[in-house]
């Protein structure tokens, strides 16, 4: 029997259903006014954004622009990039402006549709960011989407690394910016360490759109932004420790790889104990529990850490004698970004590199804690609602799933599972043998570098033609997915492959006009255009009739979302494709979360060896365990936002009292009342409340008040006077304080002595914050 909720989502439709249906009227005034828009000359268009900033700054509220700008904008992308935005842009569009979570499937133009809410909410005067994962999509799409922008007379800037301050501060002023969400955030920290308001990028936080808001927001946000400055170095402690780390066993420590932890058990620390006595590093009669071995214990742990949880070309990659972290969830380089508290180095140990000294923290901030600074927050994604509870309870963000424009053709297969990898990567060849063999393009997903070379080299034997995609030849990144989409084409990619990445079928049209043009300079352009659009268009067709894009992934991700992007690369825009997993029991993700059941059910089927089972029953399985680590994860997160917390709350205090000081034009008074009281302080210490003249301290007051301010006060004699107390020797104090600092300013002039009292102030707040 059916319960009442579902017969009314079936009647009513779903609260996002409704909320969707409830934009309709917009949408259709945004399309009534078409043709007026359409009928404007370009510098009419530009005129309308003028009339429209007037509007906004007499009053007018943005909601009521809302058609009319949504329209203009909408003409400007048509002449500028030849892209119409169809009614469910629009409707994404909305939802952003709103500051919600558009869930757009991939291949739905969600880079057209953030140009919507941008144009919209920069017309009060006021700096709107886009914000993207990777630095190549900061520039790609501020190059981009800079057209459309500069048609309706907007500015448009990219912030990036490398840029010098001034280029920063331009990318800032700029109507719209894009940048990364650790630029953003490094800019942020960098900002509260200045010593002058005019030095500062990000004047405010009004309004960020987060694009694969889900990678930035969730996957990330583990990992807080830090800046670091070097300390004490320590490299012989972490070669030494590192030579110990071969020779513990297996009965010495205990691995949780559900939880990515790994101690040392009583037989461990009893073999540690003794060899590190012998390398002369543990006194004798000291232990390892003895408070003073706290260091070393620290030390020892993160050397186990290094060599237990942390795999070469899987978590990073040795590169000119560097150690480069990997990121996990989009497979590329996070150059610059190292681990904290030693581990680094341990790993430096461990790889034989130059250690480079640990660094003491300067500043940090999580990106839940930054984000949450903006006044109006919105984002973007293909893969959103896996995370809605998320979104709402951290961040406030409600998430809604807006209709594609057509419906998806992909086909999404049932998992094929193998008892044990080999059998598992014989039937990946053997499925991209047959796929190539009839023109069929396949996209492979793996988890690691490491993986992805193996492939390469099982495909080698065979003689398939093929490309890599991994961290090692990302400078190919641009040639390798504009090739991906030709008839046959096999591309063995990481993750890198997932998020942003357009896998055009046919192949790459802009692409290959521009190679032909580089290759055949003196030709005429618009012949080749026109023999390359029809040589695309047969490649297109070939494909098209072989099935469209295979997506085959090799191995299935903690996160569900991650397995989701892949898959979207596609049946993008209707286009016909199918998408599959190949997994194994020896997989990290099967083996860790319950491969001992499936063992069982492939026992009981009586599985022969090189036989798979494909079962929506074992995706149910998959899924469920899924589930189970993101909900930890989530916890994880959680309590380090709680932890976090307490410290964001110090940290506004602090940085809005540095931009007090640096908004103020002179800090005399702060400095005088600082002075007063430290002189308060002094007297209450060495002249008790109360206290008779025979108790008083004089001379340990003239002392201390000598080295605390610079002035030779006669205290002694002062005391000596009739009728003196505590207040009088105090106001005296201040007196000779103050004369004693006009003195200096007249010595050094004001200003100069102004100046160096506010960078004085600062770098004070700063050393004790840290």
């Not at 309308?48 to 809302?66: H, I, P, Q, W, Y």
């Not at 299935?556 to 194994?584: A, M, V």
Request: aromatic share 6%; net charge negative.
């Amino acid at each position: 029997m059916l319960e009442f909720g579902t017969i009314a989502k079936k009647v009513f439709g779903t609260v996002n259903d409704r909320r969707v249906r409830a934009t309709r009227p917009l949408i259709e005034r945004i399309n009534a006014m078409e043709p007026e828009f359409e009928a404007l000359s370009d510098g009419e268009i530009v005129a309308r954004t003028e009339a429209f900033r007037k509007r906004v700054a007499e009053g007018e509220s943005l909601d009521d622009m809302l058609p009319e700008a949504f329209a203009n904008c909408r003409e400007a992308g048509r002449r500028a990039l030849g892209l119409r935005a169809f009614d469910v842009q629009l409707i994404g569009g909305v939802f952003l402006h709103r500051g919600s979570i558009a869930e757009m499937k991939t291949g739905e133009g969600k880079t057209l549709v953030a140009t919507f809410p941008a144009y919209l909410n920069a017309l009060t005067g006021r700096n709107v960011r886009i914000v993207t994962v990777n630095d190549y999509l900061a520039r790609r799409d501020a190059e981009w989407m800079g057209k459309v922008y500069s048609a309706l007379g907007m500015t448009t800037g990219v912030v990036h690394p490398g840029q010098d301050e001034n280029e920063k501060k331009a990318a800032y002023r700029s109507d719209i910016t894009y940048a990364t969400n650790n630029e953003l955030g490094f800019d942020y920290l960098r900002d509260n360490m200045k010593s002058a308001l005019a030095d500062m990028t990000q004047k405010d936080h009004y309004f960020a759109i987060v694009d694969e808001v889900d990678s930035i927001l969730i996957d990330e946000a583990r990992t807080p932004l830090i800046i670091s400055g070097p300390s004490e170095d320590r490299s012989e402690l972490y070669v030494t420790i590192d030579k110990l780390i071969p020779e513990v066993q297996d009965d010495h420590y205990s691995l949780d790889e559900k939880t990515r932890n790994v101690t040392y058990t009583d037989d461990g620390n009893e073999f540690l104990e003794a060899r590190l006595r012998e390398a002369g590093l543990l006194p004798e009669e000291q232990s390892l529990y003895h408070p003073e071995s706290t260091t070393l214990v620290h030390h020892v742990n993160q050397g186990l850490r290094a060599h237990k949880l942390f795999t070469r070309d899987k978590d990073y990659i040795v590169r000119d004698k560097e150690v480069v972290l990997i990121d996990e969830f989009t497979g590329r380089m996070m150059a610059g970004r190292r681990l904290s508290d030693g581990l680094h180095q341990a790993i430096e140990a461990k790889e034989g590199v130059p250690i480079q000294p640990e660094n003491v923290t300067l500043a940090s901030v999580t990106f839940q804690n930054y984000f949450r600074l903006y006044e109006k927050l919105a984002g973007m994604t293909g893969t959103a609602a896996t995370e809605a509870e998320e979104f709402q309870e951290i961040y406030k963000l409600g998430v809604m799933e807006i209709p594609t424009n057509v419906t998806v053709a992909r086909a999404d297969e049932d998992d094929q599972i193998y008892r044990t990898a080999q059998e598992k990567f014989d039937g990946i060849v053997h499925e991209i043998k047959e796929a190539h063999g009839k023109g069929q393009p396949v996209l492979v997903g793996t988890t690691s570098i490491e993986r992805s070379e193996f492939l390469s080299t099982l495909l080698k034997k065979e003689r398939i033609a093929h490309n890599v995609l991994n961290a090692r030849h990302h400078e190919q990144e641009a040639q390798i997915v504009a090739d991906a989409g030709k008839p046959g084409a096999v591309t063995i990619a990481t993750n890198m492959a997932g998020r942003g990445t357009d896998i055009q079928l046919g192949g790459n049209v802009e692409m290959r006009v521009m190679q032909a043009l580089a290759e055949e300079p003196d030709a005429d352009p618009e012949a080749i255009r026109a023999r390359i659009e029809a040589e695309h268009a047969d490649d297109k067709d070939k494909v098209l009739a072989a099935g469209g894009l295979f997506v085959l992934g090799t191995e299935r991700h903690e996160s569900r979302r991650i397995d989701n992007q892949l898959r979207g690369r596609s049946g993008r825009q209707g286009d016909p494709g199918r998408s599959t997993f190949f997994l194994s029991l020896e997989d990290d993700l099967m083996r860790i979360f319950g491969s001992e059941r499936l063992d069982k059910v492939l026992s009981t089927l009586g599985m022969q060896e090189g036989e798979a089972i494909q079962h929506p029953w074992v995706n149910k399985s998959l899924e469920r365990a899924q589930a189970k680590v993101e909900g930890r994860n989530f916890d994880i997160r959680k309590q380090l936002l709680k932890l976090d917390d307490v410290m964001n709350d110090q940290r506004k205090v602090i940085f809005s009292q540095r931009r007090e000081i640096m908004e103020a034009e002179e800090v005399e008074e702060i400095v005088q009342d600082m002075r007063h009281e430290v002189i308060d302080d002094l007297v209450e210490q060495h002249i008790p409340p109360k206290s008779y003249a025979d108790q008083w301290e004089t001379e340990a007051l003239a002392e201390e008040v000598r080295k605390k301010t610079g002035i030779s006060a006669p205290i002694v004699a002062w005391a000596d006077e009739e009728g003196v107390d505590d207040e009088m020797i105090r106001e005296r104090l201040y007196e000779e304080s103050d004369q004693f600092m006009n003195s200096k300013a007249e010595q050094f002039g004001l200003d100069n002595m102004r100046s160096v009292e506010k960078q004085v102030l600062l770098q004070t707040m700063d050393a004790k914050w840290r």
